[in-house]
């Protein structure tokens, strides 16, 4: 059974940090396109950041691009994001979702695994 088990969230104040990571078991996803998204309260999920399954290419919503960084470490089965510079809009539930395929994309359909998700919550 495939799982993706997310941690690392937690509260932090606004200019702080958290690094995110996403394990996941039944399967390996080396080689496949893998992202984060988020959703805060009464708003949909929205995409972050995704990476390519050699990590060679990732793409960030326009609202992270500078502060979130993607990266994963294959070995492991392991994505992560770094967050930095957080600020109190950030404050979401993140999800890790995995791709089938090898190629990034910004939908969540094109995503067919996901995590439970773990709360971010940045005070002002």
């Known amino acids: 059974q495939v799982q993706l088990v997310e941690s690392g969230g937690g509260l932090v104040q606004a200019e702080g940090s958290l690094r995110l990571s996403c394990a996941a078991s039944?399967?390996?996803?080396?080689?496949?396109?893998m992202a984060w998204f988020r959703q805060a309260p009464g708003k949909e999920r929205e995409f972050v950041a995704t990476?390519?399954?050699?990590?060679?290419?990732?793409f960030y919503a326009d609202s992270v691009v500078g502060r979130f960084t993607i990266s994963r470490d294959n070995a492991k089965n392991t994505v992560y994001l770094q967050m930095n510079s957080l600020n109190p809009e950030d404050t979401a539930v993140y999800y890790c979702?995995?791709?089938?395929?090898?190629?990034?994309?910004?939908?969540?359909?094109?995503?067919?695994?996901w995590g439970q998700g773990t709360q971010v919550t940045v005070s002002s």
């Open positions: 979702a995995a791709s089938s395929t090898r190629t990034i994309a910004t939908i969540q359909r094109h995503y067919d695994y």
């Open positions: 039944g399967r390996t996803f080396s080689g496949h396109a």
């Open positions: 990476i390519s399954g050699s990590g060679g290419g990732t």
